[in-house]
């Protein structure tokens, strides 16, 4: 829709529209990050970056936190494309009852969730007792407090931010368009690599930088499920500057965290531009 | 097994499909032979998109058998059938350029890319679209939409082409060349085609022959002139062309009809309903002198003036209503309750049949 008032310029118009949007987004965003850079530049100047790089414990911390990330996403992206097939050919009184189920756990406080997961997973929840009762297990074995839980959680909370994107675009694809790949002899995994996969490689894409920057950030869970085995760099940083008040280490680990954000954002841009090609305007066909 | 040893391009057999409680096709028998254009003409809801979709082979049937050039094709999967497909809305790949859209069939069936677009080029030019090769289709207008999708479903040299609808989306004008285009090359290519629409004069236009269907059977398969002149029920007769349709009571004479009109036919019938269409009725503001058997007087009661043609609704004296159709002529125009004299030929007098359903109730 375009918003066009007559006495006033397309251009100035929308910069009002946005104004009072980009005053908070400045106010509560821009100005504390800028503080942030301030403070790790204190008394140090740009030794703390030094000091980080330089640490074999906090670059394992960020390796290890980018790998928990890519596990995460990936498994999500696996949960979440065949589901969202599945969603778009659903009746319109299935997909409402999908959505809801979707979208409960991100209307549930993470916290809840996350203890739920603790149930879940503790020496005598059901997952432990179930396997006894099966006679797979002899005694419960360790399933929360270990990497397996903080995956497992996080996956499970990151979902919709996977389903939805990839959702949106595959339920714009025409059906027919299937039809025709599958009348000129093109079998499943060629409808998917020259159908399915080209028209919907925008939603994937949205979907895995959703994920895949939201679970670089991640805390509750790695703190809950974790029991400190797993360190991930919300970790780090809350302890640098909850138990050292070290606040300059912590806002350097963040800006760091930062920066590895902004070139994940960029490699999958890049990607975007490799594989979006055409005019993928689905509805418009 | 059934019998395909005579090898007809298609053949279809005591085919039927419900879904859930409704019969969408019952006891389909239809055949076709080589290099046939076949129209499906039906209204929709009448079946003809679930029996396209079950020769294209989206759909199963529930019973019966489908074969292509005697082979038996009826669990066979879509892609297995050799079918070419037009889809109503085209279902061009839009990520795809105009020709990677032409080459995808050639690429499923192995051929190397250099190959697939060779060919591709060919088709393309068959459908003077050479030049448009390297665009996306949404750069494309919509007959040039349909001219890609057209070479799309003949670049691979298939057994059958499906038309579902494909005109619909077009304007009159642009309809009326993309006919023609797609009769042109269906007759070069002697490609044996199956095609459905609910527009009766598209049908007409382009069939070699015409299979009406209605409420999920065969009302009537035939050549268009059998079909418009020799409709055999009433559903034919009203689908295809303006009709009059008169009942009445059967005399030696003729049929009588409730008003007291008297219509002599050539052949004798014992339906008990005449079809005249609107175009045989002569109308003139003199008695007729030609000797007809049936002449009436009528009053005009309503004119439609739509450029070559003029139609008339005229009360024929008595009590019945007549649709006349005559070539539109400035300076003899009738007015609305002029006097008129109506005269039909005998043999312009045809009994039909009632339908099935109600000879059965």
């Not at chain 1, 991100?106 to 997961?117: D, F, G, K, P």
């Not at chain 2, 489908?66 to 889809?87: H, Q, W, Y």
């Not at chain 2, 494309?140 to 057994?159: C, E, N």
């Not at chain 2, 070559?308 to 007015?335: N, P, S, W």
């Amino acid at each position: 829709m375009n918003l066009r008032f007559p006495a006033i310029k397309a251009e100035a118009s929308s910069l009002a529209l946005v104004s009072p949007a980009l005053m908070l987004l400045g106010l509560l965003f821009f100005y504390p990050i800028l503080l942030l850079f301030f403070t790790t530049l204190e008394g140090e100047n740009i030794g703390n970056y030094a000091k980080v790089i330089s640490s074999g414990t906090s670059m394992q911390v960020f390796l290890n936190t980018l790998r928990i990330a890519l596990i995460v996403t990936v498994v999500d992206l696996l949960l979440a494309y065949p589901l969202a097939v599945y969603i778009s050919r659903l009746s319109p009184g299935a997909k409402a009852l999908a959505f809801f189920l979707v979208l409960i756990p991100l209307w549930t406080s993470q916290l809840v969730r996350t203890y739920a997961w603790m149930v879940l997973l503790g020496r005598n929840g059901p997952i432990n007792n179930t396997l006894i009762w099966l006679g797979i297990l002899d005694a419960p074995i360790r399933l929360a407090n270990s990497e397996f839980a903080v995956v497992a959680g996080m996956t499970h909370i990151l979902l919709p931010y996977m389903l939805l994107p990839i959702y949106n675009s595959v339920s714009k694809i025409d059906n027919s368009l299937f039809e025709a790949a599958r009348g000129m002899g093109a079998g499943a995994f060629s409808t998917f690599t020259r159908v399915l996969m080209p028209l919907s490689i925008q939603g994937v894409l949205a979907g895995v930088s959703l994920v895949l920057v939201l679970s670089l950030g991640v805390f509750i869970m790695p703190a809950l499920l974790g029991g400190g085995r797993v360190p991930v760099i919300a970790l780090l940083i809350e302890q640098q500057a909850g138990s050292f008040l070290n606040w300059a280490m912590a806002g350097t680990l963040s800006a760091v965290l930062m920066v590895i954000v902004i070139i994940t954002f960029f490699i999958i841009n890049l990607a975007a531009r490799m594989f979006v090609r055409g005019r993928i305007d689905v509805a418009s066909t | 097994m059934p019998d395909f040893r005579d090898t007809s391009a298609l053949k279809l057999e005591n085919i039927r499909k419900t879904f859930g409680r409704v019969d969408a096709l019952s006891s389909i028998n239809l055949e076709v032979s080589a290099g046939e254009f076949l129209t499906i003409l039906g209204p929709s809801g009448s079946g003809k998109t679930t029996l396209l979709r079950l020769i294209a082979g989206f759909v199963t049937p529930d019973s019966g058998h489908l074969a292509i050039f005697g082979k038996d094709m009826t669990m066979a999967s879509a892609g297995k059938r050799e079918i070419g497909m037009v889809f109503q809305h085209y279902a061009l790949f839009p990520h795809l350029t105009v020709l990677e859209n032409v080459m995808f069939p050639l690429e499923m069936r192995k051929h190397s890319r250099r190959e697939a677009a060779d060919k591709a080029s060919a088709a393309l030019a068959a459908v003077r679209l050479v030049s448009f090769g390297d665009r996306y289709p949404n750069q494309l207008s919509g007959g040039q939409q349909q001219r890609v999708a057209l070479a799309r479903a003949v670049v691979f040299q298939p057994k059958l082409l499906l038309l579902d609808e494909p005109f619909s989306a077009l304007d009159r004008r642009l309809r009326e060349s993309m006919q023609r285009e797609v009769k042109q090359l269906q007759a070069s290519l002697n490609l044996t085609t199956i095609f459905i629409t609910h527009d009766q004069e598209e049908a007409l236009v382009m069939s070699d022959r015409i299979a009406i269907i209605d409420r999920g059977t065969i009302q009537q398969l035939g050549t268009p002139n059998e079909i418009y002149y020799h409709p055999q029920s009433i559903t034919v007769a009203k689908f295809i062309g303006e009709s009059n349709i008169l009942e009445g009571i059967e005399t030696p004479e003729g049929l009588r009809t409730p008003s007291g009109m008297l219509l002599r036919r050539a052949s004798p019938s014992t339906s008990g309903r005449v079809l005249v269409r609107p175009e045989a009725i002569r109308i003139s503001r003199e008695p007729f002198t030609n000797g007809a058997t049936n002449q009436f007087k009528g009053t005009i009661a309503n004119r439609t003036f739509i450029g070559g043609f003029t139609i008339y609704q005229v009360d024929v004296h008595g009590g019945d209503t007549l649709t006349v159709r005559c070539l539109a002529d400035e300076e003899t125009m009738f007015k609305a309750s002029e006097e008129v004299h109506l005269s039909i030929r005998e043999s312009d007098c045809r009994a039909v049949l009632p339908d099935a359903k109600e000879a059965r109730a």
